[in-house]
């Protein structure tokens, strides 16, 4: 079984895969973030360095994401915090013209190879409360992040999980604390569980 959480910055992707890889004593598959040379430089200079910090996001989650497909790698279950298809929705919004054609065509020769997860829960939540979380976690690098960015980031996950063709569970997010309450995090276990279990997609 392959469950992947995915939602804007700050919503509690990382979080929420944690607890459901101990439920379900699942393989925990995290994103390469802070590992990336040019986040730091992106959010000072981000005409400048969008590009590299796509390209390489691309290639660490291909990288990992394609260890998946091999046989007896991962014998059992297998929890991920991100998306590939992320990395486009990010891309679509910071690259333009050139780089982003030749970001496409990279994509799409590896897309493809790539695993189909059984479930994605999507996570969502407001742009201020977004920016609230993300402030509190208080990462140097993400400290002038703007409401707007956010908030156009979420726009665009939405038309994305709009038309997704695969299971999906979107959990509204922003009155829930599944890190602080544990009746909160019982609830999202409980919804996710559910929709294995009617193995369809559920809203």
Do not use: C, W
Not at 106 to 123: E, G, I, K, N, Q
Not at 154 to 178: C, Q
């Amino acid at each position: 079984m392959y469950i992947v959480v995915e939602g804007p910055i700050g919503v509690g992707k990382t979080s929420l895969a944690g607890r459901l890889s101990a439920r379900y004593s699942a393989e925990l598959n995290l994103e390469i973030v802070e590992e990336n040379p040019f986040l730091a430089r992106f959010y000072e200079q981000p005409d400048t360095y969008a590009f590299q910090v796509q390209v390489f996001f691309l290639l660490s989650r291909f990288k990992q994401l394609s260890a998946l497909a091999q046989p007896g790698l991962f014998a059992g279950n297998v929890v991920s915090d991100y998306l590939f298809d992320k990395d486009f929705i990010f891309a679509a919004m910071n690259l333009k013209d050139a780089e982003f054609a030749l970001y496409e065509d990279l994509y799409a020769h590896l897309s493809p190879r790539l695993p189909t997860p059984d479930l994605v829960v999507y996570l969502r939540a407001d742009p201020d409360e977004l920016l609230r979380r993300v402030g509190k976690r208080g990462r140097p690098f993400e400290r002038d992040m703007q409401a707007a960015y956010l908030a156009e980031l979420t726009r665009r996950y939405d038309e994305y999980f709009r038309t997704y063709p695969h299971p999906l569970l979107t959990i509204h997010a922003g009155d829930l604390d599944f890190v602080g309450r544990p009746e909160d995090e019982q609830l999202i276990l409980d919804r996710v569980h559910q929709t294995l279990t009617a193995g369809q997609a559920a809203d």
